[in-house]
């Protein structure tokens, strides 16, 4: 059994959260979604992204530490898939702009022993989420360019014990890197024209 919502996933959704709104400024219709296009492995991106019950490798670091139980001796996984999205936004009732593309280097690096008959550890590297967009020459910000990233970097040990042999507990300690970074034209009034707001978010938690 898993469960608990830590400090990584509280940064993704608000890093998302952040994202979708700042296309709603801009669209009478948006939709957004915390969910990566995979789940850290071939076989779950194979099943729609499903892995809480069947895994039975290093994957199940990220999503389920009991099943680490699953683990006979020793399982090494390392994936890497890099996610392009480009999105297309409308900006004004009458015109729709495409972002250009942007590489989001997702990846996943863990492993796990057991280490007793009952016992099993482990520790991963993963990208928890990631995302990001970039608008050039917006003619409705006299030409200002608008872009956003968001990423949270995620580390976890975890501990796997069976009880029996329908039963096994895990817990993870977990810690993540988070960061926000954004540039957008504003236009406050009074001043002459839009305005860029630019700022970077990023720190440590667990």
Do not use: W
């Not at 994936?79 to 997702?106: C, D, H, I, W, Y």
């Amino acid at each position: 059994m898993y469960g608990g919502v830590g400090f990584g996933q509280m940064c993704s959704r608000l890093g998302v959260t952040g994202f979708a709104l700042s296309t709603i400024v801009f669209s009478s219709h948006a939709l957004a979604s915390t969910e990566l296009p995979l789940r850290f492995g071939a076989r779950s991106l194979a099943m729609g992204g499903t892995g809480v019950a069947f895994m039975d490798d290093a994957t199940s670091i990220a999503v389920n530490p009991a099943r680490l139980d699953r683990i006979p001796r020793f399982a090494a996984t390392v994936t890497m898939a890099p996610f392009m999205p480009r999105n297309e936004v409308p900006f004004s009732e009458n015109r729709r702009q495409k972002g250009e593309r942007t590489v989001v280097p997702l990846f996943f690096l863990g492993a796990g022993a057991r280490v007793l008959e009952p016992l099993t550890v482990g520790a991963a590297v993963y990208a928890a989420t990631g995302a990001g967009a970039e608008y050039e020459g917006l003619p409705e910000f006299d030409g200002l360019d608008m872009s956003l990233e968001v990423g949270v970097i995620e580390a976890a040990i975890p501990v796997a014990y069976r009880v029996s042999d329908e039963l096994s507990l895990g817990v993870a300690l977990r810690g993540a890197f988070c960061f926000l970074s954004t540039d957008m034209p504003i236009d406050i009034g009074g001043t002459g024209g839009p305005l860029r707001l630019e700022q970077s978010l990023s720190g440590f938690g667990a």
